[in-house]
C-alpha cells in the first residue's frame, strides 16, 4: 500500500509531531508512523516504552500504521534511509511521502534515485516552535499550563499518569530493552 510517512522518537508525541502527521494524512489516505529508538526506554531522552509512545499515538491516530524503528549504531545517513525504508517495506508499506521538518540532515538519508519515486515534505518548524527537551522537563515538573501548551489535548491525563517514569528516568543514564 502507498504511505506517506512521518519518523520520529516521540517522547512524547506532541503538537509538532501532530503538524506532521496531519499533513502527511493530507497527502495519502494511509500514514506510517515509524518509532525510532523503539528498544530504548527509562532513559532521560528516552523515558517511554515503544508500546507506550504507540498507545499515545493511536489515541490521536488510530488508523495510523505504527512501525517500531530500532537504532541501528551507525551514523551512515543513507544506510539509515535504506533501514528505514526496507523497514516499511516489511509491513508492505511502498513510500510516496516524507513529512519532516526543515533539518537538511534528513534530506541526505536517501539515494537521489530514491527521491525520483518519493517526495520529502517539509514543515516549516516556526508554525510551531516546541522543544520535545523543555517538554520532558516540563511534564517532570509539573509545569500544566506548558503541557496543556504543547501536548495534544486527547492525551494529556495519560501523560501525567506517566509523568514518574519520565521524574525517574531523568535519573538513569543506561538503556533498557523492551
Known amino acids: 500500500m502507498k504511505v506517506a510517512f512521518v519518523s520520529g522518537r516521540f517522547e512524547p508525541?506532541?503538537?509538532?509531531?501532530?503538524?506532521?502527521?496531519?499533513?502527511?494524512?493530507?497527502?495519502?489516505?494511509?500514514?506510517?508512523i515509524l518509532i525510532c529508538s523503539s528498544q530504548e526506554s527509562r532513559t532521560r531522552q528516552n523515558p517511554l516504552s515503544y508500546e507506550e509512545r504507540k498507545e499515545l499515538i493511536k489515541k490521536i491516530?488510530?488508523?495510523?500504521?505504527?512501525?517500531?524503528?530500532?537504532?541501528?549504531?551507525?551514523?551512515?545517513?543513507?544506510?539509515?534511509g535504506d533501514f528505514l525504508l526496507d523497514t516499511l517495506r516489511k509491513y508492505d508499506?511502498?513510500?510516496?511521502?516524507?513529512?519532516?521538518?526543515?533539518?537538511e540532515r534528513r534530506e541526505s538519508w536517501f539515494?537521489?534515485?530514491?527521491?525520483?519515486?518519493?517526495?520529502i515534505?517539509?514543515?516549516s518548524r516556526s508554525k510551531i516552535v516546541i522543544s520535545a527537551t523543555k517538554l520532558r522537563k516540563d511534564i517532570r515538573e509539573n509545569n500544566i499550563n506548558k503541557i496543556k501548551?504543547?501536548?495534544?489535548?486527547?492525551?494529556v491525563d495519560d501523560v501525567l499518569k506517566?509523568?514518574?517514569?519520565?521524574?525517574?528516568?531523568?535519573k538513569e543514564t543506561f538503556t533498557k530493552s523492551i
Open 149 to 155: 501548551e504543547f501536548l495534544p489535548q486527547e492525551i
Open 13 to 32: 508525541i506532541h503538537k509538532g509531531h501532530q503538524l506532521l502527521i496531519d499533513e502527511a494524512f493530507k497527502l495519502e489516505k494511509n500514514v506510517a
Open 61 to 80: 491516530y488510530p488508523k495510523a500504521i505504527i512501525i517500531p524503528v530500532p537504532d541501528m549504531g551507525i551514523g551512515n545517513n543513507e544506510k539509515w
Open 93 to 103: 508499506c511502498e513510500p510516496t511521502f516524507f513529512v519532516t521538518g526543515e533539518e
Open 121 to 123: 515534505i517539509k514543515i
Open 111 to 119: 539515494r537521489k534515485e530514491i527521491l525520483k519515486e518519493m517526495k
Open 162 to 170: 506517566l509523568q514518574d517514569i519520565f521524574v525517574q528516568s531523568e
